[in-house]
C-alpha cells in the first residue's frame, strides 16, 4: 500500500504475492480511516479485500486487474 497523495486520499495496493506464503494481511491508520488489506490462497485461487475508507479512493493492481475503485469494500480472486 502506497499513498499517491496528502491525507491518504488516493492510494495504490499491489499485492506481492509469494508461491510459499498462504495469507498476508494489513492496516494503516489514516487521517481518512483505516485502510485494510488481506488476501489468502485457496483451492487454486488468491482471494483480496480491501477496505477503503469514506472520501478515498485507490487505485488496485491485482493480478490481470487494474482498476480505480472508491470508498467501500472490493473483492476479487484470481485463478493462481
Do not use: Q
Request: hydrophobic residues 40%; positive net charge; contains cysteine.
Amino acid at each position: 500500500v502506497t499513498p499517491l497523495s496528502g491525507g491518504w486520499s488516493k492510494f495504490k495496493v499491489k499485492p506481492c504475492i509469494p508461491e510459499k506464503l498462504i495469507y498476508a494481511h494489513a492496516g494503516i491508520d489514516t487521517v481518512k480511516g483505516c485502510i485494510k488489506v488481506k488476501w489468502v490462497k485457496r483451492y487454486g485461487k488468491v482471494y483480496m479485500n480491501l477496505f477503503v475508507p469514506f472520501g478515498c479512493c485507490a487505485e488496485v493492481e491485482f493480478g490481470s486487474v487494474s482498476k480505480t475503485v472508491g470508498a467501500g469494500i472490493f473483492e476479487k480472486e484470481e485463478e493462481r
